[in-house]
């Protein structure tokens, strides 16, 4: 069965540090997003992608954050200037254009930020 | 400002009962809604969802129960099983691609054998 694939599964960095979380979603998805998880949080939404361009943002999303899709396959998230409260679980998500709706995630990649 | 509110951290049910989980949203614009289920160190994971037209959709032990009006929605196991042991998760969005999930806290379940 299809799935999402994140790498790297953990990723520490110092603060202020440059990051790049990497995603492969599911091959015929059309929608890619990103989703953290805080600690004890919920699950946040971040951003939303289509067609090589951002659908939808958080609050949360700001200009630290970029969203890319440098090839046919693989979707990533970077954070340009890390800070401690960045550390969380980072899910990418996948979606079909139409008719279902159902997001599907990946396994995530825990940022921890020193 | 919770959207979608999920008042019950945690349910402990014996195998074989009925374990129901339940779910509150605020938001009047939200006309699909997902549950998720999440075991630790893994990414949400696509149990069943529901449309704002219909009050019921169901796949095998999973069901999920929509009042429009009360603005609430809950997910029965039947019959639950250890390996149903995870936390569960209540989304909401707009039933349209692309649209941001709202999530509810969670309800850690237990079942227990």
């Known amino acids: 069965e299809p799935e999402v694939t994140q790498t790297p599964s953990h990723q520490v960095t110092q603060m202020g540090q440059e990051v790049i979380l990497r995603c492969v979603p599911i091959?015929?998805?059309?929608?890619f997003y990103w989703y953290r998880q805080i600690l004890g949080q919920k699950v946040e939404f971040l951003v939303s992608?289509?067609?090589?361009?951002?659908?939808?943002k958080s609050e949360i999303f700001d200009d630290q954050f970029s969203v890319e899709r440098p090839d046919g396959s693989n979707f990533t998230l970077k954070i340009r200037s890390t800070k401690l409260e960045d550390s969380a679980m980072y899910f990418c998500?996948?979606?079909?254009?139409?008719?279902?709706?159902?997001?599907?995630f990946g396994p995530g990649t825990r940022l921890t930020v020193t | 400002d919770q959207q979608v509110k999920q008042n019950s951290p945690s349910l402990s049910v014996q195998e074989g009962r009925i374990s129901i989980l339940n779910c509150d949203y605020t938001?009047?614009?939200?006309?699909?809604f997902l549950w998720y289920k999440k075991y630790p160190a893994e990414g949400p994971t696509f149990l069943i969802s529901?449309?704002?037209?219909?009050d019921k959709n169901e796949d095998g032990r999973f069901t999920v129960f929509l009042n429009k009006s009360a603005k609430h929605l809950s997910l029965h196991i039947v019959p639950s099983q250890p390996g149903d042991s995870a936390v569960y998760f209540c989304?909401?969005?707009?039933?349209?691609?692309?649209?941001?999930?709202?999530f509810g806290k969670g309800t850690t379940l237990s079942v227990s054998s």
């Open positions: 998500a996948s979606s079909e254009r139409t008719g279902r709706y159902e997001q599907y």
């Open positions: 091959s015929n998805h059309l929608y």
């Open positions: 992608f289509y067609n090589n361009e951002i659908s939808e």
């Open positions: 938001n009047s614009m939200f006309d699909y």
């Open positions: 529901i449309s704002s037209i219909k």
């Open positions: 989304a909401a969005s707009v039933n349209q691609a692309g649209t941001a999930l709202i």
